[in-house]
């Protein structure tokens, strides 16, 4: 297992399943975009982020959720209806919502002290959606689980996730300095666009968990 063929099968997986990802996530994320347009517009550019923060943890769990569900399925080669998959996503959706809330304050506040240990708290904590999602563990014990499972594997996972954000940064930087004040029709298209492609780092870490749960079993 290596960060490259890593992220050669999630690239595969997602140019597959494109259209049935697009359909599934999609429309949440236009949503969410556009929420946090019209909160922008209400509130100005000073804004306090909290608002924005309080926005994604409306819509990221869910369609996060609904997106692990799909993973999971696909990859078993069962076909399940995506309204049962946003059905059982709207179920976990409070503990999903209790354990991102957790994960991103403790992430904060290990970037506030220094930037190495937020990144640290991050990557143990990047399979805990997996484990509340599809293993049904409980919002602290799929954190425990989550940093046991990445133990010894920090610079793997780490060159698998700036691989995926590290394009995506580039595209908004290029996008910002094409577009410094876009309409807002281009602009809830960019945000739309780029949370679309972001779900690249969902698919990629899916299949590490996959791959190291198999190496633990066997």
Known sequence: MTPYSVLRDSLRFFRLHL??????????????????QLLLQ????????????LISLLFYPLYTAALILYLDTRTHGKDIPKRDLFAR??????????????????????????IFPGVWIMINLVFAEFFLVLRGRPVVQAMRDSASMTT??????????????APLW???GLLLMAFPDPQPGVSLLIDSVGGFLQLL??????????????QLAG
């Open 89 to 114: 996503a709207l179920q976990l959706w409070p503990q999903m919502t209790l354990l991102i809330l957790i994960s991103s304050l403790l992430t904060m506040a290990g970037l506030a002290l220094f």
């Open 201 to 214: 780092s969902t698919v990629v870490m899916y299949r590490f968990f996959m791959l190291r749960e198999a």
């Open 152 to 165: 010894g594997h920090f610079m793997a996972i780490l060159v698998c996730l700036l691989s995926v954000v």
């Open 19 to 36: 259209a049935g990802i697009a359909q599934l996530c999609l429309p949440l994320l236009v949503l969410e975009a556009l929420c946090s």
């Open 42 to 53: 209400q509130l100005g550019e000073n804004a306090n982020p909290g608002y924005a923060l």
């Open 170 to 172: 580039l595209i908004d």
